[in-house]
């Protein structure tokens, strides 16, 4: 028989050190292996191997679990949520994965920029709100391209002695979860030969996002009620020059998430790399080259470029920009939208896009880029966002990320808020598989059950808030006030340098953006009653009245000394105090242009050359 290469599942399923079939038993079972899947097995396998156990009357050393993830396509796939923060850029620090080698493959990120725009009014009549993200020499935070994140942390959990197993699915119909203490018996699907196995568990967890595979067997989901209950996102790919000079918002830099904020919603501009169409056997040779590079701890200046690995490797990276609008449900269209485009997402971003001259001027420069991920992936679609799942865990099993709940992009919760479920969850697997008996296993579960309740409200909230002060271009910018006030200056934020990989789950856990603090959600609710309408310019009066009780708010919360941070190198606009200052129109200084290729680099102390190009630079 002629030679026949292996497919991209074998090649991913090679690299399991305990072998390309699925083992008789794990003591923990994944299905699915998107980004929360990955964050959890890794989290959870780095601390059995490296945390001794306290409950253990052996001397003190670690015990390893076992701990495999199952997945029913061929390789990691195409997701949006592209934007990452600083609680993940912490995360990969503490797991020892370091910024120079994640700013070969995905693209900078220094904080967030809003813009907002009047609906009726004076085009140039609009607000912004700009915050910087961590310094380079902290931690990184990144725009990211999902399936190679989803494959960098898939190559990390390997080596870690996880298995992870594209190309099977787990039956979960056919799956005897556990009564008592007998465990679970998995039924797994081999995609590619169609053969049938099972294997035991004692511990199965549902990352199988909004499918919510285990949990939709328990209960049916939880919507919000109205417009609120949802939103509706349509998204698609460009490409544009990287000359952003005639970028039509002031200060606009694409190394932010920028994000342009609409009485109907908001739209984001994200500017990454994409690696698609490679072959995987050359991206995986890629990624074991730096991670081994990461592991040796080499100095950055010492990594190759981003182009230079492309030339090494034999691959194509091309700089692509996500954008994309998140609109209110009870936003009224045209009845005839066929002038707009052929299909539904095409036409309703086409038709708001119309409607602010700004944004009609943002699209100029950017061209849109037909089946970027395949045949039938121009335009985008996902509909109804919000929802919570009211079951989050069972008689042996536990649910993490989307499974548990989502709300909508704004914030970026979907990664960096919601992996607070997958470190809680990791943080309490040992336990679960050491306890002796069910009543112990049933309380942890218990514990992580009241974790979950308030997460996803406090996040719809959080949502609910913004897009109300959405509605006027002076109330706009109290949503980001309040987050970052509240979001970075609360007492695990102060410490956050502090953080090792022992610890960190403190933070990561305990934060979701300041929605979940008390002083937010009084303002938020108080906020919210004085805003409530339709996706509609807010009057005057009720603009001034928001503004003026979110500045006295804002001075009482701050005068309890509960929040800190230096928050005017942190925000353009804003003074030590948090107060706005319209001449304070400069923040710090984190990024710059390359004068080679013109791309943005993150700097840090210890860096010369452009991650994108190699050239040196002089800062």
């Given amino acids: 028989m002629p030679w026949k290469p292996p497919s991209d599942t074998q090649i991913l399923n090679d690299g399991n050190h305990s072998g390309s079939g699925v083992p008789p038993a794990s003591d923990v079972v994944v299905v699915g292996a998107g980004i929360h899947a990955l964050i959890y097995a890794i989290h959870a396998k780095k601390i059995s191997l490296d945390r001794p156990d306290p409950e253990s009357k052996e001397p003190p050393k670690p015990h390893p679990i076992s701990i495999t993830v199952l997945e029913k396509t061929p390789s990691p796939s195409y997701k949006i949520g592209e934007s990452t923060?600083?609680?993940?850029?912490?995360?990969?620090?503490?797991?020892?994965?370091?910024?120079?080698?994640?700013?070969?493959?995905?693209?900078?990120?220094?904080?967030?920029?809003?813009?907002?725009?009047?609906?009726?009014?004076?085009p140039e009549d609009y607000t912004s709100f700009c915050a910087n993200g961590p310094p380079g020499d902290f931690v990184p935070t990144l725009q990211i391209e999902r399936p190679v994140s989803e494959l960098l942390l898939t190559l990390i959990a390997q080596r870690m002695g996880v298995t992870v197993l594209h190309g099977h699915a787990v039956n979960v119909d056919k799956c005897e979860v556990s009564i008592a203490d007998s465990g679970s018996v998995i039924s797994v699907k081999d995609v590619e030969s169609d053969s049938v196995s099972s294997m035991e568990g004692k511990l199965l967890v549902d990352a199988t996002g909004r499918f919510r595979k285990l949990a939709s067997k328990h209960a049916r989901l939880k919507r919000f009620e109205g417009w609120v209950g949802s939103t509706n996102a349509f998204w698609a790919y460009f490409e544009s020059s990287s000359d952003e000079s005639e970028i039509p918002f002031s200060y606009y830099e694409s190394c932010n998430t920028n994000h342009i904020c609409l009485a109907e919603g908001w739209a984001w501009v994200i500017r990454l790399p994409s690696w698609q169409d490679n072959p995987l056997s050359k991206m995986v040779a890629m990624m074991n080259y730096l991670l081994d590079l990461n592991e040796r701890k080499t100095p950055g200046d010492q990594y190759p470029s981003t182009l230079e690995l492309a030339k090494k490797f034999n691959l194509r990276v091309r700089w692509v920009t996500s954008i994309g609008v998140a609109l209110r449900t009870d936003v009224v269209y045209p009845s005839d939208m066929s002038s707009y485009g052929s299909?539904?997402?095409?036409?309703?971003?086409?038709?708001?896009?119309?409607?602010?001259?700004?944004?009609?001027?943002?699209?100029?420069?950017?061209?849109?880029?037909?089946?970027?991920?395949?045949?039938?992936?121009?335009?985008?679609?996902?509909?109804?966002?919000?929802?919570?799942?009211?079951?989050?865990?069972?008689?042996?099993?536990?649910?993490?990320?989307?499974?548990?709940?989502?709300?909508?992009?704004?914030?970026?919760?979907?990664?960096?808020?919601?992996?607070?479920?997958?470190?809680?969850?990791?943080?309490?697997?040992?336990?679960?598989?050491?306890?002796?008996?069910?009543?112990?296993?049933?309380?942890?579960?218990?514990?992580?059950?009241?974790?979950?309740?308030?997460?996803?409200?406090?996040?719809?909230?959080?949502?609910?808030?913004?897009?109300?002060?959405?509605?006027?271009?002076?109330?706009?910018?109290?949503?980001?006030?309040?987050?970052?006030?509240?979001?970075?200056?609360?007492?695990?934020?102060?410490?956050?340098?502090?953080?090792?990989?022992?610890?960190?789950?403190?933070?990561?856990?305990?934060?979701?953006?300041?929605?979940?603090?008390?002083?937010?959600?009084?303002?938020?609710?108080?906020?919210?009653?004085?805003?409530?309408?339709?996706?509609?310019?807010?009057?005057?009066?009720?603009?001034?009245?928001?503004?003026?009780?979110?500045?006295?708010?804002?001075?009482?919360?701050?005068?309890?000394?509960?929040?800190?941070?230096?928050?005017?190198?942190?925000?353009?606009?804003?003074?030590?105090?948090?107060?706005?200052?319209?001449?304070?129109?400069?923040?710090?200084?984190?990024?710059?242009?390359?004068?080679?290729?013109?791309?943005?680099?993150?700097?840090?102390?210890?860096?010369?050359?452009?991650?994108t190009c190699g050239a040196q630079c002089l800062t």
């Fill in 343 to 611: 299909r539904e997402a095409e036409q309703k971003f086409n038709w708001i896009v119309g409607q602010y001259p700004k944004m009609t001027a943002l699209m100029k420069q950017h061209v849109l880029i037909q089946n970027l991920y395949g045949p039938n992936t121009t335009w985008f679609v996902r509909k109804n966002l919000t929802y919570q799942s009211p079951a989050v865990t069972g008689t042996g099993w536990i649910a993490i990320g989307d499974a548990v709940g989502f709300t909508n992009p704004l914030f970026s919760p979907g990664i960096n808020a919601s992996m607070g479920t997958s470190v809680f969850a990791a943080e309490l697997t040992r336990a679960y598989i050491n306890a002796a008996d069910s009543v112990t296993r049933t309380k942890l579960l218990a514990r992580y059950k009241v974790y979950c309740a308030d997460r996803i409200p406090n996040l719809h909230r959080m949502n609910v808030f913004n897009y109300l002060c959405m509605r006027s271009p002076q109330t706009g910018m109290l949503g980001p006030l309040w987050q970052y006030m509240c979001g970075t200056g609360n007492a695990n934020w102060q410490k956050i340098q502090s953080y090792q990989f022992d610890d960190v789950s403190e933070m990561l856990t305990g934060w979701d953006w300041g929605a979940n603090e008390e002083e937010y959600i009084a303002f938020a609710d108080e906020a919210i009653g004085l805003l409530a309408g339709p996706p509609t310019s807010l009057d005057s009066n009720t603009s001034y009245k928001v503004c003026q009780l979110s500045a006295r708010r804002v001075l009482e919360v701050l005068a309890t000394g509960k929040y800190k941070n230096n928050w005017a190198n942190l925000l353009r606009w804003y003074d030590k105090d948090l107060q706005f200052r319209e001449e304070k129109n400069y923040k710090a200084v984190l990024a710059e242009r390359c004068s080679s290729c013109t791309n943005w680099r993150i700097l840090r102390s210890d860096t010369c050359r452009c991650p």
């Fill in 85 to 122: 923060l600083t609680v993940f850029g912490l995360w990969l620090k503490s797991i020892g994965i370091e910024s120079h080698m994640l700013w070969r493959l995905f693209g900078p990120k220094d904080g967030l920029a809003f813009y907002y725009l009047s609906q009726n009014g004076d």
